[in-house]
């Protein structure tokens, strides 16, 4: 499965797709609505079955309208939040056993602003070209096609970003990833920091971009902005778009910077090692900095790109410890504190850099990533 990305051209008509995204939004507030009432008179939930015979029976009643919407579009809708209910209950379930300890919260109603897509999975639309057709709207929408896409077609979403730019994803099936790269018979090991961003077991130490450290005053000063106009007055509109797209902006480029990096590692590695992290308990901990950072983010990207050159990542459980054993012998340094950057190890003597220690560690423990 491969996704591509087009942006659709600006046109007076994409207001269309916006109304059909709202349409569908008040189709969800309504349903989920429906499932509450029925909580509170029969202490249960709606199956999805009866859900969509009531569907049926409202078109014919108070939601006329929503015959103009296509049927497929409204089921998904209905199927997603039977979807959410079933993962709730499931969860009940495995906490109760103790499989689990993370807890998934019950279906809520998104906000209008939240609701941002529409996805086509079989029918309803059709490509041509750089055109793409609605059929419910009945109307045509240019995008520019920057690129080809190849494998069949399996799902298509369109989606409203912030900025008030619209997004066309393509998903293709079949996809052939044939880009492998030369083995080199390296591998590495990877430390990730808040002050350098990676560290590598042979070393090499690549130091963090910080775009958001530099846009930082772009924002504030968007920020300055946004607060001196009337709330919700036109020029209260323009400054929050702006401020949107300075931090549209930082997003982009860091993605950017993300996947040379990612490459460059790929190019020079077989087998990279990283450490499965534990992103929420990070951001409670160091605040701004890790999500400056976006570990996560580079994790997926090294992942996606391992795959399509052909390359493999391990990765080492996150409860192994990686920064207090010596990667030489084993022996575990208690007095090791967050300052110490250097330590001798008072067993085998070996000279560690801290980074580079937790490196190598991770590299020993990593196992294929599934
Ligand atoms: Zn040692």
């Known amino acids: 499965m491969k996704t591509y990305k087009y942006e659709l051209s600006h046109q007076s008509n994409l207001i269309q797709i916006g109304n059909l995204i709202d349409d569908l939004h008040s189709v969800h507030v309504h349903l989920l609505r429906l499932q509450r009432r029925y909580y ?33 579009m409204i089921q998904n809708v209905a199927i997603r939040i039977d979807l959410g209910y079933q993962r709730f209950f499931d969860n009940i379930e495995d906490r109760q056993i103790g499989k689990t300890n993370r807890k998934v919260g019950k279906p809520k109603i998104k906000p209008n602003h939240k609701y941002k897509s ?21 109307k045509s929408f240019t995008f520019w096609k920057h690129r080809e896409w190849t494998g069949t077609i399996k799902q298509v979403t369109i989606k409203r970003e912030n900025v008030g730019d619209y997004y066309l994803y393509i998903v293709c099936e079949d996809y052939d990833p044939s880009e492998k790269l030369p083995l080199t018979g390296n591998e590495a090991g990877v430390d990730f920091g808040s002050k350098t961003f990676l560290t590598l077991s042979d070393g090499t130490k690549i130091a963090s971009p910080e775009f958001y450290k530099q846009g930082l005053k772009a924002i504030r ?3 300055k902005a946004l607060s001196r106009k009337q709330y919700l007055s036109n020029g ?18 860091r993605r950017d910077w993300f996947f040379k990096l990612a490459l460059r590692l790929v190019r020079k590695y077989d087998r990279i090692a990283i450490e499965t992290l534990n992103l929420e308990g990070m951001k409670k901990l160091w605040g701004r900095k890790i999500s400056d950072i976006a570990f996560g983010e580079f ?33 575990r340094n208690e007095t090791l504190s967050l300052s110490d950057r250097q330590w001798i190890c008072p067993e085998c003597g070996s000279d560690h850099d801290r980074d580079v220690n937790a490196a190598i560690n991770i590299l020993q423990a990593g196992v294929p990533a599934s």
Do not use: E
Request: hydrophobic share 35%; proline share 2%; aromatic share 12%.
């Open 299 to 331: 994790s997926l990207i090294l992942q996606w790109t391992c795959v399509k050159y052909g390359k493999t990542l391990l990765k080492a459980g996150s409860w192994v410890a990686t920064t207090k054993p010596c990667s030489g012998c084993g022996y």
């Open 221 to 223: 000063s968007a920020n």
């Open 40 to 72: 509170r008179i029969y202490s249960k939930y709606a199956s999805l079955s009866r859900i969509l015979k009531h569907i049926t029976k409202l078109k014919q009643r108070t939601k006329t309208h929503w015959y103009q919407l296509p049927s497929q």
């Open 236 to 253: 209260w509109f323009r400054a929050k778009r702006h401020l949107v797209g300075v931090h549209k902006k930082i997003a982009d480029s």
């Open 118 to 138: 529409v996805t086509f999975t079989q029918a309803g639309y059709k490509i041509g070209g750089n055109r793409l057709t609605i059929n419910c709207l009945k």
